[in-house]
């Protein structure tokens, strides 16, 4: 069920979060960019504005015994995340179905990873990423799964970073025309 609970209240959380990342890619030395796109080099990051269409509120339907699923990375390597459950939801109208996985360290912080119609075209050829914590994403049992907040993975900034590719079971066959779009400052080549 797609909501827009809150009323402006989310929408706001949403530009302050992206304000916040600019400026710390733009100014921190702990911004993912090359020095060189730093400062006053800075391209920007580009969104999609605020939709509340792509914003629900879902229960996470738990799998009894979570499997661990190996995550190959985009410089070769692995990571192990438990696949903990699902959710269940439609995009215009299609049925769409994402694995929420976590950390195999114990963490309560869960991965959603997703590709989607938009990848390599308006977004980051490669997918994007949500993250979801109980204290911040969690409402009366249920889980905010807000699109509005998909992020790109820090190889898309920069491809000294490592980073896990997002597993054929979160391909979705719809576009999701919200959060991040693709970096501007991709090098040149570079599929958009």
């Given at each position: 069920?797609?909501?827009?609970?809150?009323?402006?209240?989310?929408?706001?959380?949403?530009?302050?979060?992206?304000?916040?990342?600019?400026e710390?890619?733009?100014?921190?030395a702990?911004s993912p960019?090359?020095v060189?796109?730093?400062?006053?080099?800075?391209?920007g990051?580009?969104?999609?504005?605020?939709?509340p269409?792509?914003?629900?509120v879902?229960?996470?339907?738990?799998?009894?015994?979570?499997?661990?699923?190996?995550?190959?990375?985009?410089?070769?390597?692995?990571?192990?995340?438990?696949?903990w459950g699902?959710?269940?939801?439609?995009?215009?109208?299609?049925?769409?179905?994402?694995?929420?996985y976590?950390?195999?360290?114990?963490?309560?912080?869960?991965?959603?990873?997703?590709?989607?119609?938009?990848?390599?075209?308006?977004?980051?050829?490669?997918?994007?990423?949500?993250?979801?914590?109980?204290?911040h994403?969690?409402?009366?049992?249920?889980?905010?799964?807000?699109?509005?907040?998909?992020?790109?993975?820090?190889?898309?900034?920069?491809?000294?970073?490592?980073?896990p590719?997002?597993?054929?079971?979160?391909?979705?066959?719809?576009?999701?025309?919200?959060?991040?779009?693709?970096?501007?400052?991709?090098?040149?080549?570079?599929?958009?």
């Amino acid at each position: 069920m797609a909501t827009s609970s809150n009323g402006d209240d989310w929408e706001a959380q949403i530009e302050a979060q992206r304000r916040a990342k600019a400026e710390q890619f733009r100014d921190s030395a702990r911004s993912p960019l090359p020095v060189s796109m730093r400062g006053d080099a800075f391209p920007g990051l580009d969104y999609f504005e605020p939709d509340p269409a792509y914003r629900f509120v879902l229960p996470l339907f738990e799998h009894d015994d979570p499997e661990p699923v190996t995550v190959e990375t985009t410089a070769d390597g692995e990571q192990t995340y438990r696949r903990w459950g699902e959710f269940r939801f439609e995009v215009a109208g299609e049925p769409v179905t994402l694995q929420a996985y976590r950390p195999t360290d114990g963490g309560d912080r869960f991965w959603v990873p997703f590709r989607d119609e938009t990848n390599g075209e308006t977004t980051y050829g490669a997918g994007r990423y949500l993250d979801l914590t109980p204290d911040h994403d969690r409402v009366d049992g249920e889980w905010v799964l807000d699109f509005n907040a998909a992020y790109n993975p820090t190889c898309a900034y920069n491809h000294a970073y490592e980073c896990p590719l997002i597993p054929m079971e979160n391909w979705l066959d719809v576009p999701i025309e919200a959060g991040e779009r693709a970096f501007p400052g991709e090098p040149a080549g570079s599929e958009h």
